[in-house]
């Protein structure tokens, strides 16, 4: 479904309220302007997205989740946090990762260090 500025905008307020209420956290996919309009908690980007370094800054440190579709290349992602896809499903192409390529990622994550989280869709 796509939505003009101003509906998704209106989405985005109804969710943020939602989730500070019910004391979630809300993450804005890929758009940094929305997700600092509305106070987002984090931003998730592509892999071929904005700089994690610039969503950083601009955002006033919020956390960056990145997108990743290498198990690979998952321990050179510099963001709090990686979403490696597609895992269990083909998506856009894309062979499903599977679990082994999951244990891939997520020893190379180990590798790179502690402080990251590793998120499979």
Known sequence: MALDARARLALGGELRETTRRSGQLLAVNDRLDVARLLGADAVHLGERSFATEDARRFLGG?????????????????????VLSPVCQPRKGAPALGIEGLRRAAEGLRR??????????
């Open 62 to 82: 919020a956390p960056v989740l990145r997108a990743c579709h290498d198990p690979g290349r998952v321990g050179a992602v510099d963001a709090e946090a990686v």
């Open 112 to 121: 790179a260090g502690p402080t990251r989280r590793l998120y499979a869709l």
